[in-house]
């Protein structure tokens, strides 16, 4: 079995925008699993044996590189809603999650 280029520039454009949608959807899935990891109470999260912190880290980087990657023309808008995302779960997960005075 050979490898080669795309024979024509239109085999060549079909690749890439395969690939800019594919980087789409899983983006977005992406973005929904870690809103719905981040939103869920503490005890149903995954857990890994990786410091928290580099959890993080290496999510938002690879929904930024993907987001930059499905939506190569708007690269900095992409990197400002991955830091909106980061900024608003974290709003989101302190206040879901407070219990409310003479509740407990």
């Known amino acids: 079995m050979e490898i080669t280029c795309a024979s024509s520039p239109e085999s060549l ?14 983006a977005w899935l ?13 005890e149903l999260r995954p857990v890994t044996a990786a410091p928290a912190n580099w ?33 608003l779960l974290e709003v989101l997960q302190r206040t879901m999650w407070i219990v409310p005075r003479g509740v407990v």
């Open 13 to 26: 454009v079909a690749l890439v925008m395969t690939l800019r949608l594919l980087s789409q959807w899983l």
């Open 30 to 42: 992406l973005v929904l699993a870690i809103a719905v990891f981040t939103l869920s109470p503490i």
């Open 55 to 87: 959890e993080r880290f290496t999510t938002f980087m690879a929904i930024g590189a993907l987001l930059c990657l499905g939506y190569p023309q708007h690269r900095w808008r992409m990197v400002g809603l991955v830091i909106g995302l980061a900024g």
